[in-house]
């Protein structure tokens, strides 16, 4: 087929391929290594910092009355935005905290609900933050989205290549056998920076379910409902379920949220959740949603985040992902010498 191409594509094509990866070569490197790293993040945190992780002796919890209460005597001034309850890798609460525009994640103790700390802003999160968005906020983001969609021009381009028949090479057979990869880490760096084109387009091919959050009625701004108590009415309409999530509401009008799980909480498969929406003023069940009835539209998109972060598949999952995530700069550095050789 590929002969059959006018010979202007074939060379537009190729020296697409070219100029992209020598362009977008060093951004690419940074991401996939960075990428690499990252994989093994809450490995590398749990060993450098036991502390905030440590499971539970006997497997004790302190009750939510008594986390939130600990949170906000060691945050004066801050507001509980929600508190995450432990989960089979991380044995302690992890609570969040706001004051204006200041987000900050604490980790209190599973027994006693004592705040621990925080982690440090060390190597490990400033490597987060630069893959996610460069270190650029909004910004960072947009450039990543435009880097996802050179990633992706690289891949099809150098398939087309590799159609064409060209000699083989390490740079043709890593590309060749990887390129599915490389087009997948495209396609979720692209969801991440542009959501809503990425949403619309999943919705055209498999419809989304479109949840309206429900809101609380204002009638009695004075009225104050317990965090215990919604809690135990949740855990009470689904009693085979563990506590896995509590959410403030953020304004007059927001619910507070329970989040149940009623297999593992904590893992990358979240169908077996439940939420429910509770009126922040009269405690009125305003929605309680199954997450296992979703459409494939909804599956897909549940996944793209824990497939593009290696997830499934456990520790042997992430060495493999952390494996494919070097096809990138082995692709770079066998195109720089098949570019020397044609130059020589």
Known sequence: MWHRTPRVLRRLLFQAHRWTGLVAGIYVLAIALSGAVLVFRQEIQAAMYPHYFRVSADGTLADATTVI???????PGYRVSGVDWPTYRRGTFLAYVSRGNEFRT????????????????DAIRWLQDFHANLRGARMGLTINGIGAALLLLLAASGLFVWIRGVRASWHVTIGALLSPMIVLWALTGMYFAFPQPFRRA???VAPLTVVRAPESSPSDPGAFVQPAELIARARAAFPQARLARFVFPFDARGTYVVVL???VHGDVDTTDEVTLHFDQYTAELLLARDH???????????WTRPVHM?????LTGKIVWAIFA??????LVTGLAMWRNRTA
Do not use: I, K
């Open 202 to 204: 999943v919705n055209a």
């Open 69 to 75: 209460r600990e949170v906000q005597a060691a945050y």
């Open 326 to 331: 070097l096809a990138p700069p082995a692709l």
């Open 106 to 121: 604490v980790f209190a103790d599973a027994e006693t609900g004592r705040v621990v700390g925080e982690l440090p802003f």
């Open 310 to 314: 290696g997830m499934p598949g456990g």
């Open 261 to 263: 799980a009623r297999g």
């Open 292 to 302: 296992s009835r979703r459409s494939a539209g909804d599956t897909l998109l549940a």
